[in-house]
């Protein structure tokens, strides 16, 4: 405690270290609060993930081995209501021939801003093989037509598969392939989008190793065609507290700053 003369000859005690601690802590508080409010004006941003289905693709199609050993050649399946990838056998003309699938979707939904997070490729399988083999899933590097296609007429593609799932005969279900690597490519431009091709991992003269799936003209419903589930991420901004809150918290602080001074106007030191 300490005293401060007032006018005339009497004295009062005055809190001095209650009041400035007081003061101090109001004032502190106050600019703690012009601090947040002017950071909340600097635009920030938070990763927001979202889901999107593509579906149906925009081409699709398969091609077979089997024609370049029958008499009637090869003619594009495009239109067909199946997509057969595997081996198989034509017992009327005893031939044997490997299937592949090729599928391509229209990704322009996705625009530069968006981060692929994970692209996985779903084709609902209405028949499937004697027994379980595995499928593989390749990078397309040249352009194709699914009115065009044959099997003496197809692109290249990466030698390695970029997923693989097994396949047995469980029918009337959902197969899928973990491709994240391609749409990331193409995303970031890394090479051009020619789609996706489907085949057996070991294609040779055996038959009953084909699985069959709906294409985009299948005649079960859209909702049975091949789809892409990706999951992208992009960044959003956080909503700002509207600049007027700085201004009123400005005043509060001017206002504590007065009231405490007032407090002490009148003492003379």
């Known amino acids: 405690m300490s005293r401060v003369r007032l006018e005339g000859p009497q004295y009062i005690r005055i809190p001095c270290s209650g009041f400035f601690m007081n003061f101090t802590i109001r004032f502190g508080l106050s ?82 801003e968006y981060q692929i997070v994970s692209a996985i490729l779903k084709l609902y399988m209405y028949d499937g093989p004697s027994s379980q083999h595995r499928f593989d899933i390749h990078i397309v590097n040249g352009d194709w037509n699914e009115n065009l296609l044959i099997w003496a007429t197809q692109p290249d593609f990466d030698e390695t598969p970029i997923d693989s799932t097994n396949i047995d005969s469980t029918a009337n279900r959902w197969i899928s392939w973990n491709v994240t690597k391609a749409m990331e490519g193409w995303h970031l431009g890394k090479y051009d989008d020619h789609g996706l091709m489907i085949k057996i991992n070991k294609e ?14 299948n005649v079960a419903g859209e909702e049975f065609a091949p789809k892409l589930e990706i999951i992208v991420e992009g960044d959003t901004e956080i909503p700002e507290i509207p600049l007027y809150t700085f201004p009123m918290f400005l005043a509060c602080v001017i206002f504590f700053a007065y009231r405490s001074f007032r407090k002490i106007e009148k003492i003379i030191p």
């Not at 029958?70 to 199946?82: M, V």
């Open 204 to 217: 040779m003269n055996v038959s009953d190793e084909i699985v069959s799936f709906y294409p985009k003209e």
């Open 31 to 112: 600019i703690i609060l012009i601090v947040i409010i002017f950071c909340t004006q600097i635009p920030q941003t938070i990763g927001v993930q979202s889901g999107i289905v593509i579906q149906p693709p925009n081409a699709d199609t398969w091609v077979n081995s089997m024609y370049l050993h029958t008499k009637y050649p090869e003619k594009p399946h495009g239109y067909l209501w199946a997509l057969f990838a595997g081996n198989m056998h034509y017992k009327l003309e005893d031939v044997f021939g490997s299937s592949r699938i090729y599928l391509k979707f229209n990704l322009s939904a996705i625009t530069s």
